[in-house]
């Protein structure tokens, strides 16, 4: 039943995506207002996806700790699904992603008219990179965006900690208002390059945000750990589910 209901997903899930990236392809020549508008539609269909092909519930926890204000939100990195939720929970979030995917014909255009932050990963250009990133998160803010940063930078197991790279430090320091940790499951129900995909639910919590003014070091703590022991708890609380599929 989970290998069918995988399959299914799969097809609904990449057809939807192509229908949207070809139907809504006029929307590009307008005012960017309507590309998120777009966004917004696929994220939704996405969740209902989820809910009624997978069978795969949402839960969302502390979505009250999110101000009116722009903010930074610092996020888990298990799958893809958090990469796509996001448009629903927030109201306009410009991500930070590598630059590689605004190169994807047709998908990448979308992602630069949502003014998304793309990073190169080059070592090379490490602190060109970085100046350019904080410059855009500065127009991203003055626009009224939140700024959305998976820390790890690429996805780990459930039962793995990334490493935690120092550009959301930069971005805390440079841009001086809160960062609020996310922390959940998805990696349970959508794992990282997996076919198959787990009813159940994917639990999604925004935790205490951290104010800003602390030093980078302590800040790097602080986040780490507020993260990886509520991802924890929330990983164990949702083995129950997975067992059941």
Not at 77 to 90: D, G, K, M
Not at 194 to 213: H, V, W
């Amino acid at each position: 039943m989970t290998w069918l209901r995988s399959v299914a997903f799969n097809v609904v899930f990449y057809g939807w995506g192509t229908l949207c990236t070809f139907l809504f392809l006029p929307v590009l020549f307008l005012p960017r207002p309507y590309i998120l508008k777009i966004a917004k539609i696929w994220a939704k269909g996405v969740i209902w996806i989820c809910e009624y092909v997978l069978g795969l519930q949402i839960k969302i926890v502390g979505k009250e700790r999110l101000p009116d204000t722009p903010i930074i939100l610092a996020s888990k990195h298990q799958s893809a699904w958090e990469t796509l939720i996001f448009h629903h929970l927030v109201k306009d979030p410009a991500i930070v992603l590598k630059k590689e995917l605004t190169w994807i014909p047709f998908f990448g255009w979308y992602l630069k008219k949502l003014s998304m932050l793309p990073l190169s990963r080059s070592k090379r250009k490490g602190a060109q990179e970085l100046k350019k990133l904080l410059q855009k998160a500065d127009q991203a803010m003055a626009k009224g965006q939140s700024i959305l940063i998976f820390p790890e930078g690429t996805r780990s197991r459930p039962d793995q900690k990334g490493t935690y790279h120092s550009g959301v430090a930069s971005l805390y320091q440079h841009l001086k208002v809160p960062v609020i940790p996310v922390a959940h499951n998805a990696g349970l129900f959508w794992p990282r390059r997996g076919f198959i995909k787990y009813p159940g639910r994917i639990t999604l919590e925004f935790l205490d945000p951290i104010a800003p003014g602390l030093p980078r070091q302590e800040f790097m703590r602080i986040l780490e750990n507020t993260i990886e022991l509520k991802t924890n708890e929330l990983v164990r609380e949702g083995m129950t589910d997975v067992s059941k599929s």
